[in-house]
Each structure stands twice: as C-alpha cells, then as structure tokens.
C-alpha cells in the first residue's frame, strides 16, 4: 500500500460522532471496525519497515557504525512523519474504501 497517497491528517482532530454512526448506525461497531483496519495498516507498515531495515543489515559491524548508518535513519525518520495507522483507516473509512460486513446482523436477518 502507498501511504504516501493517502490524505490523511497528520495529527488527531476531534471527530463528529454521527459521522461514524452513518456506515454501520452504530458507533462501537465502526469503532471496531476502524481498530480492526487500523492494526492491518499497522503490521502492513511495520511489516515494510522491517524489510527496508533488513537491506541494511550487517552482522560484522560494531556498535557505532551500526548507529551511523544514515539510510536507516532517513527511513526510519519517513515512517516516524507518515500518518498513524487510525487515521489512514479513518481516512479510508470516510473515502468508501473499507469493505464490512457483520455476520452477526446478517443471521439475525436470514432467520
């Protein structure tokens, strides 16, 4: 995914709860649903970060070069910069870009 693409705030804002109650008609449920995306952004991002780390990595190199590598530090300062993970999955939320569906809701129908 290219977080780069993404226009979320960088920062947290305060949000409208009826804004999160129009998708799903209740708050908790878009709440979770939220969580939920936001822990997959989560480990999709760190899951990136760690394979860029591991181009660098050497097991012949003392301490301080190990600290000196600037690659790594430019890397690591973008990921730093980029939004967090609840804001890109409320950014796509808000964007129609989050497929769900509750089961529990549609057994009760079907029945």
């Given at each position: 995914?290219?977080?780069?693409?993404i226009?979320?705030?960088?920062?947290?804002?305060?949000?409208d709860?009826?804004?999160?109650e129009?998708?799903?008609?209740?708050?908790?449920e878009?709440?979770?649903?939220?969580?939920?995306?936001?822990?997959?952004?989560?480990?999709?991002m760190k899951?990136e970060?760690?394979?860029?780390?591991?181009?660098?990595?050497s097991y012949?190199?003392?301490?301080?070069?190990?600290f000196e590598n600037?690659?790594?530090?430019?890397?690591?300062?973008?990921?730093?910069r980029?939004?967090k993970?609840?804001?890109?999955?409320?950014?796509?939320?808000?964007q129609?870009q989050?497929?769900h569906?509750n089961?529990?809701k549609e057994?009760r129908k079907?029945?």
């Amino acid at each position: 995914m290219d977080y780069k693409k993404i226009k979320a705030e960088s920062s947290t804002v305060p949000r409208d709860l009826n804004d999160l109650e129009d998708q799903t008609g209740n708050v908790y449920e878009t709440v979770m649903i939220l969580a939920k995306r936001s822990n997959q952004i989560s480990s999709e991002m760190k899951e990136e970060l760690n394979q860029k780390l591991q181009e660098f990595a050497s097991y012949t190199d003392n301490l301080e070069e190990v600290f000196e590598n600037r690659e790594q530090i430019e890397i690591s300062k973008y990921y730093e910069r980029l939004p967090k993970p609840t804001l890109i999955a409320f950014e796509e939320l808000k964007q129609g870009q989050i497929y769900h569906r509750n089961p529990a809701k549609e057994n009760r129908k079907g029945l």
